[in-house]
């Protein structure tokens, strides 16, 4: 189809052209190519002059998804869409495919198991190898890495995906998170560590794959591998990583971080990669979340201990003077159900991750056995099969939560209920006022009956015995002003 010259005087021009095309009235698969062909090409030649911001560009995608054309015909769009993202290389193009994938995905899965089928992932790996690309137009840069991480986060990876990741490939990352250091708002940091995160996480399911899926060659955790090696020049990626947990509230965002985590804590050339203060902060965070989760939250519950144990165990930590000891022990003793009776009974799994952890030798006195510290703690007797090690990466990894689910907590339950109480006696309160407006104040007695002297009122001495009239009794006190007496005084 020849394309049109469109000739636009302002932005209001600009919108109403776009409505126009994503309405056209397609009853064949070759007029729908021509609509999608006619929006990338309108959008993309306008997108420098009206569509400044991602706002902008997010808004183009909402007209298309919204619109007559999408809604008819949704597999034969998205589709045509995804054969775009495998074949453009204009980066204003890529700019608007790249957007409209991010918000269909995020509503419908079909879309990113679509890219999945096409290998998308490898298309997406490499348009953000292409340092030029980043240099010249960040936005997109940044708009692909959020593509890749909510792809990947919503289905496993082939092998053959996995495969073209390599070590560039995540140093360059890990670099990119270093040049931005400075500025911890900047819009790389998170969309950057959320892909490390996640590659991290996807090493981890196929390393735990059945025997059957398994390749014959075992795929390398490139993330892992380069920290490893390199750690000490990527500081700032275990800071940031610490201060993300600390603020997160999403439940699978929470899971990613602390599988690398205990993977860090479990790997023998990265036990001290972060610094000590920030382990500090970490352990605070842990024990902050281990006291705030609701029960149900069982396996967010057993993750956050299989993590705990190799921190306190493998890491600075173990070292004197050993930081918030107390506290460890105590949370160990109500996670264990021996501490407060309002804890619902522990599970068997939480009483045995709890049980390791107040093993480890720092947390221990010196002249007590392991059986003895875990009924210290517990108030519970385990046998030895149930004091052994069960902690493996297969039980972390396979903890997963569907992306956008909020993890809930204690307090915030205790202060919705309280509110909500608060709210039902206001409302008792002001019914009770409305019935009787006028209440009379309370007194706990009589009030004495005062003299006044000059506008201040004294109250009457009680004597002890009647004296003659000629001979008034000497007075004891001095005048008292009204605004200084709090209550009733206390006769002489």
Same mark, same amino acid.
């Given at each position: 189809m020849d394309e049109f010259e469109y000739d636009l005087e302002n932005e209001e021009q600009f919108w109403s052209e776009l409505d126009d095309i994503v309405s056209a009235n397609c009853p064949s698969h070759e007029l729908i190519d021509n609509a999608l062909r006619s929006y990338l090409?309108?959008?993309?030649?306008?997108?420098? !002059?009206?569509?400044?911001?991602e706002y902008d560009i997010a808004r183009c995608s909402e007209k298309l998804l919204g619109s007559e054309l999408f809604v008819a015909n949704k597999d034969y769009v998205r589709i045509q869409i995804v054969y775009s993202l495998l074949q453009e290389d204009e980066a204003?193009?890529?700019?608007?495919?790249?957007?409209?994938?991010?918000?269909?995905?995020?509503?419908?899965?079909?879309?990113?198991?679509?890219?999945?089928?096409?290998?998308?992932?490898?298309?997406?790996?490499?348009?953000?190898?292409?340092?030029?690309?980043?240099? !010249?137009d960040g936005r997109l840069h940044r708009l692909l890495l959020e593509l890749l991480y909510e792809m990947s986060r919503m289905q496993r990876l082939s092998t053959e995906d996995l495969?073209?990741?390599?070590?560039?490939?995540?140093?360059?990352?890990?670099?990119?998170?270093?040049?931005?250091?400075?500025?911890?708002?900047?819009?790389?940091?998170?969309?950057?560590?959320r892909v490390l995160l996640v590659l991290n996480e996807q090493y981890m399911v196929e390393s735990t794959a059945s025997p059957i899926e398994r390749p014959s060659i075992p795929i390398t955790n490139r993330v892992i591998k380069v920290l490893s090696t390199h750690g000490s020049n990527y500081m700032t990626f275990g800071e940031n990583i610490i201060l993300l947990l600390n603020r997160e509230t999403e439940t699978s965002l929470q899971l990613l971080i602390l599988k690398l985590l205990y993977l860090l804590f479990t790997t023998r050339a990265t036990h001290e990669y972060f610094y000590t203060n920030d382990l500090h902060v970490l352990l605070d965070v842990i024990i902050r979340n281990l006291l705030d989760l609701p029960n149900e939250l069982v396996a967010l519950r057993h993750t956050y201990l299989r993590v705990l144990y190799p921190l306190l165990a493998h890491t600075q930590l173990n070292q004197p003077p050993h930081y918030k000891r107390d506290e460890?022990?105590?949370?160990?003793?109500?996670?264990?159900?021996?501490?407060?009776?309002?804890?619902?009974?522990?599970?068997?799994?939480?009483?045995?991750?709890?049980?390791?952890?107040?093993?480890?030798?720092?947390?221990?006195?010196?002249?007590?056995?392991e059986r003895e510290v875990a009924q210290k703690i517990m108030g519970v007797s385990l046998s030895p099969s149930e004091t052994g090690s069960m902690v493996s990466v297969v039980d972390v990894a396979a903890v997963m939560e569907r992306p956008g689910v909020q993890t809930p907590s204690k307090k915030g339950e205790f202060e919705k209920a309280h509110d909500d109480n608060k709210g039902e006696q206001d409302g008792k309160v002001e019914g009770e006022?409305? !019935?009787?407006?006028?209440?009379?104040?309370?007194?706990?007695?009589?009030?004495?009956?005062?003299?006044?002297?000059?506008?201040?009122?004294?109250?009457?001495?009680v004597p002890v015995k009647k004296l003659p009239p000629k001979t008034p009794p000497r007075r004891r006190t001095k005048l008292k002003n009204i605004a200084s007496m709090d209550g009733p005084p206390v006769p002489q």
């Amino acid at each position: 189809m020849d394309e049109f010259e469109y000739d636009l005087e302002n932005e209001e021009q600009f919108w109403s052209e776009l409505d126009d095309i994503v309405s056209a009235n397609c009853p064949s698969h070759e007029l729908i190519d021509n609509a999608l062909r006619s929006y990338l090409h309108f959008t993309t030649k306008f997108r420098d !002059e009206y569509l400044h911001s991602e706002y902008d560009i997010a808004r183009c995608s909402e007209k298309l998804l919204g619109s007559e054309l999408f809604v008819a015909n949704k597999d034969y769009v998205r589709i045509q869409i995804v054969y775009s993202l495998l074949q453009e290389d204009e980066a204003p193009t890529l700019h608007v495919i790249a957007s409209f994938l991010l918000l269909d995905g995020r509503d419908n899965e079909a879309t990113f198991e679509i890219m999945n089928n096409e290998s998308c992932f490898t298309r997406l790996v490499e348009l953000i190898k292409n340092k030029e690309g980043r240099s !010249e137009d960040g936005r997109l840069h940044r708009l692909l890495l959020e593509l890749l991480y909510e792809m990947s986060r919503m289905q496993r990876l082939s092998t053959e995906d996995l495969s073209h990741i390599d070590d560039e490939f995540v140093i360059y990352l890990f670099q990119i998170i270093e040049l931005v250091s400075q500025d911890v708002d900047d819009p790389y940091h998170y969309p950057v560590i959320r892909v490390l995160l996640v590659l991290n996480e996807q090493y981890m399911v196929e390393s735990t794959a059945s025997p059957i899926e398994r390749p014959s060659i075992p795929i390398t955790n490139r993330v892992i591998k380069v920290l490893s090696t390199h750690g000490s020049n990527y500081m700032t990626f275990g800071e940031n990583i610490i201060l993300l947990l600390n603020r997160e509230t999403e439940t699978s965002l929470q899971l990613l971080i602390l599988k690398l985590l205990y993977l860090l804590f479990t790997t023998r050339a990265t036990h001290e990669y972060f610094y000590t203060n920030d382990l500090h902060v970490l352990l605070d965070v842990i024990i902050r979340n281990l006291l705030d989760l609701p029960n149900e939250l069982v396996a967010l519950r057993h993750t956050y201990l299989r993590v705990l144990y190799p921190l306190l165990a493998h890491t600075q930590l173990n070292q004197p003077p050993h930081y918030k000891r107390d506290e460890i022990t105590k949370v160990l003793s109500i996670l264990g159900g021996s501490a407060n009776k309002h804890w619902e009974p522990a599970d068997e799994t939480t009483v045995r991750l709890v049980d390791r952890v107040a093993k480890v030798p720092w947390l221990r006195d010196d002249d007590i056995s392991e059986r003895e510290v875990a009924q210290k703690i517990m108030g519970v007797s385990l046998s030895p099969s149930e004091t052994g090690s069960m902690v493996s990466v297969v039980d972390v990894a396979a903890v997963m939560e569907r992306p956008g689910v909020q993890t809930p907590s204690k307090k915030g339950e205790f202060e919705k209920a309280h509110d909500d109480n608060k709210g039902e006696q206001d409302g008792k309160v002001e019914g009770e006022k409305k !019935e009787a407006p006028h209440v009379a104040p309370r007194r706990r007695h009589a009030p004495p009956i005062p003299d006044h002297v000059n506008g201040l009122r004294v109250m009457k001495e009680v004597p002890v015995k009647k004296l003659p009239p000629k001979t008034p009794p000497r007075r004891r006190t001095k005048l008292k002003n009204i605004a200084s007496m709090d209550g009733p005084p206390v006769p002489q």
